[in-house]
């Protein structure tokens, strides 16, 4: 049965769904393709740069990122610290990390108004199929390497809350309890 993109929206916590594991697309698709249109428009419309299907209620391995370049970086840097414009991973994988583990203050479209520092690899390799079903290999660093890293966690259902620093967890407490309230 195709899926009605129409009822796709953004999910937020404590959805259930944010905290599974998703599921291995097993062929790429025309629904495969217009869920990854859809996540592209959501993911713009709410200012993201990064957007993973569990985020929109499908348990599938698949996330979509679309990373300017910021100030004296580009898309052609190697490795990467931008896209040119936005980019689908189905399937994706991680390896190879290099570039020692660095800090950096993240946010999520699934935790409005929670913010807080974040330890991951500064370079990363991801091994995905894109929209035709090939494969491709790409590394990046920066905040590209970081939202690759941020939207594979949300496939395993790994949220920003568990990897904050402690600081960063204690800052957020109370809008956490507020968004869990909320549901």
Known sequence: MPIDVSTLQLRIHPDPLLRRRAATIPAVDDDVRAVAEEMIRLMRLHEGIGLAAPQIGLSWRLFVADVPARDGQSADDSPATATKGPVVYINPVLSNPQGGITPFEEGCLSLPDIRGDVMRP????????????????????????????????????????????????????????????AD
């Open 122 to 181: 500064s370079i990363i390799t991801v091994t995905a199929l894109n929209l035709d079903g090939e494969e491709f290999t790409a590394t990046a660093g920066g905040l590209l390497a970081r939202c690759w890293q941020h939207e594979i966690d949300h496939l395993d259902g790994i949220l920003i809350i568990d990897k904050m620093s402690q600081m960063s967890r204690l800052r957020n407490r109370k809008a956490l309890r507020d968004l869990e309230r």
